[in-house]
């Protein structure tokens, strides 16, 4: 059990363009899903936490307007990158909360490449 | 804010032998430590997990202490497997609220 998918896993897009990951608990509701960054051979940065019909909340230095979160349901949380740059070319992985015994469930990661 | 150191950063260790791996924290107020296994180009892996309330816990070959006083834990990896090779990330957290990660220990397991 506790699966958490991601989609997609990889996604090239040129300098400019928009790309939405979508992040989904398969087999348990997730009121609490949190959004990381994760550069080669470092360890996780957390960007938002995403909640359930409400709005995400920004870690200090993660522009909300270029990182948009929209968890519209228990089961589905998603990250748009508005206008890439190559700069924001990294891995980016999903987890899911599993609530009242607090473990974490990850997604596969999506690995996004803008040129 | 939770500051959470991690030692060592690299390890290697002949197969059969066994890992440790330690974690130290700063909020006495952390009462959930995950360990997470993060395969290369994949998402991290949930483990094992030790609470606040219990010293140690063990599944098959893996097994985590927790020391409150001393505000670490560690995480033991016995009769290790060349697929036990990864990256290796230990977090505290406070109730699920966030957590806070290690900077991860990438083991390697020689045959």
């Known amino acids: 059990g506790a699966v958490v998918s991601q989609h997609p896993s990889r996604v090239i897009c040129k300098s400019g363009t928009s790309v939405k990951i979508e992040c989904r608990s398969l087999?348990?509701?997730?009121?609490?899903m949190f959004w990381y960054r994760q550069f080669p051979k470092q360890s996780l940065m957390l960007m938002a936490t995403?909640?359930?019909?409400?709005?995400?909340?920004?870690e200090q230095g993660v522009e909300k307007d270029k990182f948009l979160i929209n968890h519209a349901s228990l089961t589905l949380s998603t990250l748009t990158v508005t206008s890439a740059h190559p700069e924001d070319s990294s891995f980016y992985i999903c987890?899911?909360?599993?609530?009242?015994?607090?473990?974490?469930?990850f997604g596969p990661g999506t690995r996004l490449t803008v040129t | 804010g939770e500051n959470v150191e991690q030692h060592p950063s690299t390890l290697s260790v002949q197969e059969g032998d066994s890992a440790v791996i330690k974690c130290t924290y700063s909020?006495?107020?952390?009462?959930?430590f995950p360990w997470y296994k993060q395969e290369l180009g994949k998402g991290p892996q949930l483990i094992i997990d030790?609470?606040?309330?219990?010293g140690e816990k063990k599944d098959q070959r893996i097994a985590v202490t927790l020391n409150k006083t001393a505000k670490h834990f560690s995480l033991h990896i016995t009769e290790t497997q060349p697929e036990d090779s990864a990256v290796y990330f230990c977090?505290?957290?406070?109730?699920?609220?966030?957590?806070?990660f290690g900077t991860g220990t990438s083991l390697t397991v020689i045959p």
């Open positions: 087999d348990f509701q997730a009121t609490t």
């Open positions: 909020d006495s107020a952390s009462n959930y």
């Open positions: 987890s899911a909360l599993l609530a009242g015994v607090y473990e974490q469930y």
């Open positions: 995403s909640n359930e019909g409400s709005k995400a909340t920004y």
């Open positions: 030790i609470r606040s309330n219990v």
């Open positions: 977090a505290a957290s406070i109730s699920g609220n966030q957590f806070y």
